[in-house]
């Protein structure tokens, strides 16, 4: 079984930053990509980016160019950094993690953007 925990929500101004955290235990996995996605109230949840375990990554064009995914220096995390956030960025942001068994989500992290 694989456990998906997210951190690093919060509350922040319309330009400024936040850091997501997905963390990643459970049963060893040799290979597993993982996807950053979010709901915000009343919508559909959104795909955001990917990470391949072999390190592509790919991005939604919303929001291209101020999202970045990376893996941190432990394998199991990967890391959103969020820059010039905007009130419509407003959402439950949640990690999945994909490998061969299927698909494992977290319970989701509060992204607020202030006006």
């Known amino acids: 079984q694989v456990q998906v925990v997210e951190s690093g929500g919060g509350l922040v101004q319309s330009g400024g930053s936040l850091k997501l955290s997905c963390e990643v235990s459970?049963?060893?996995?040799?290979?597993?990509?993982i996807g950053w996605y979010r709901q915000a109230p009343g919508k559909e949840r959104e795909y955001l980016a990917r990470?391949?375990?072999?390190?592509?990554?790919q991005y939604e064009d919303a929001v291209k160019g101020r999202f970045t995914i990376f893996r941190g220096t432990t394998k199991n995390v990967v890391y959103l950094q969020m820059n010039n956030l905007k009130p419509e960025d407003t959402a439950v942001y949640y990690c999945?993690?994909?490998?061969?068994?299927?698909?494992?989500w977290g319970r989701g992290t509060q992204v607020t953007v202030s006006s």
């Open positions: 999945k993690c994909s490998s061969g068994p299927g698909d494992s």
């Open positions: 459970g049963r060893t996995l040799s290979a597993y990509d």
């Open positions: 990470l391949w375990d072999n390190g592509l990554t």
